[in-house]
């Protein structure tokens, strides 16, 4: 078995990516999907809201967002070591747009309902599965091994100024044009990604011949072994689902957090979150210089260890400002976890095993958010808004002391 180890040169992160060619044309394409897809995030609440009154139906919208990936990230990680994984991610693309263009005709005519905001949000999530996974195992036929720690933050940054400072500011003019324009923007996004996916060359080797008798089942389960077997991927995959159930209990009750625990209202929530974001990208462009000094692994450490210290400080201390520049660093430090997590996982894995690596790591960590929400929410009822940052700074605290033995 091959490992696709390009740690040496290729953890230093010292060479950039060329922008242009390929990377700069997946750039764009991830740019703008994600751009596309935060108008819908954004107005698809709004419109929930207009359908129904009830909480449950509501939160469920956003529920099968995430119930895809444990139904079938597995299996769209196995298809995306089989498949071509730029045709697989321009079909996706058409497919989404064909939905997402019936979706905002039925909402132009009238015809929404809640259980077709459900089915969309689970079908667009399913494709996902097989989108992400097939990105994430093109990328590195794209620009050279030393470049992945900056293509990867690159990518990461250019969606987070897309996603947080661009589009969510739009959805409310969008909406003044009519309910149906953020769905028909979102569709043409797709369309437009998928053309820049169509247009990319892609030096990929060929695919190994499959076992005889090799099935989806037994491949995904290699891929589950493969991720077992490799001591730093594994601790990482521990730790990112510990972080991820924290997340989920932070980020569900934050808004309790601000406008109750600190009286600081909507703007104040719209300030935290704006915090969060601005950190993002800030760590984006961090990333790959740090991890240079450090090492992947230690950058990973080092931006948990942080992170727990802003949590501390966010459960703890009753003031606005305080919570901003907390969710900054933390927000700073959760990108720089991002990039060398990711960047990680293409180095160590397998050849031709990375579609599934990626998709079992992506799917465990996916799996710790809806329960870190559910627990999240007993603990503010319980013990007030604060108690979830803090129940998260025990979590991540637990993470950064899984990760110690893989620094060696």
């Not at 950058?299 to 703890?316: I, M």
């Not at 959760?334 to 990711?342: E, K, L, P, R």
């Amino acid at each position: 078995m091959t490992t696709a180890q390009r740690a040496g040169a290729v953890g230093d992160g010292r060479t950039a990516p060329a922008w242009r060619g390929g990377f700069g044309r997946l750039w764009t394409a991830a740019v703008v999907s994600k751009f596309g897809d935060s108008l819908r995030t954004a107005a698809m609440p709004l419109l929930a809201a207009s359908l129904t009154t009830d909480p449950l139906l509501i939160a469920s919208v956003t529920a099968c967002g995430y119930l895809p990936w444990l139904l079938f990230g597995l299996l769209g990680g196995a298809l995306a070591d089989r498949v071509d994984q730029r045709r697989a991610m321009w079909a996706v693309d058409v497919v989404r747009a064909v939905l997402m263009a019936a979706f905002a005709a039925a909402v132009a005519l009238g015809h929404a309902s809640i259980a077709l905001l459900l089915a969309l949000a689970f079908l667009l999530t399913a494709l996902q599965t097989l989108f992400d996974n097939a990105a994430t195992a093109l990328l590195p036929s794209l620009v050279p091994p030393a470049a992945l720690g900056s293509a990867n933050a690159r990518l990461m940054t250019g969606q987070q100024i897309a996603g947080g400072f661009l589009a969510a500011p739009l959805v409310p003019v969008l909406l003044m044009a009519g309910t149906a324009v953020p769905y028909a923007a979102d569709a043409g996004t797709y369309l437009l990604a998928a053309l820049l996916v169509v247009s990319l060359r892609a030096d990929t080797p060929d695919k190994p011949p499959r076992p005889p008798g090799s099935t989806l089942r037994g491949e995904m389960a290699q891929g589950l072994r493969a991720l077992w077997r490799d001591r730093v991927l594994r601790g990482l995959c521990v730790a990112t689902t510990l972080c991820n159930i924290g997340m989920g209990a932070l980020i569900a009750t934050l808004v309790l957090h601000v406008t109750d625990w600190l009286d600081g209202g909507d703007v104040g929530y719209a300030a935290a979150v704006t915090g969060y974001a601005a950190g993002s990208m800030a760590g984006g462009l961090i990333a790959a210089r740090l991890a240079r000094r450090t090492g992947r692994v230690r950058g990973v450490l080092l931006a948990g260890a942080v992170q727990l210290a802003a949590l501390v400080v966010l459960g703890s201390v009753r003031e606005l400002w305080v919570t901003i520049a907390a969710m900054a660093v933390f927000g700073l430090m959760g990108m720089v976890w991002n990039v060398n997590q990711v960047t990680l996982t293409q180095e160590r894995s397998p050849d031709g095993m990375l579609g599934r690596i990626s998709s079992a790591f992506r799917t465990l960590g996916v799996a710790g958010a809806p329960f870190g929400a559910l627990l999240g929410g007993a603990a503010a009822a319980a013990w007030g808004p604060n108690t979830p940052a803090l129940l998260a700074a025990g979590l991540f605290a637990l993470a950064v002391a899984s990760l110690i033995p893989q620094i060696n």
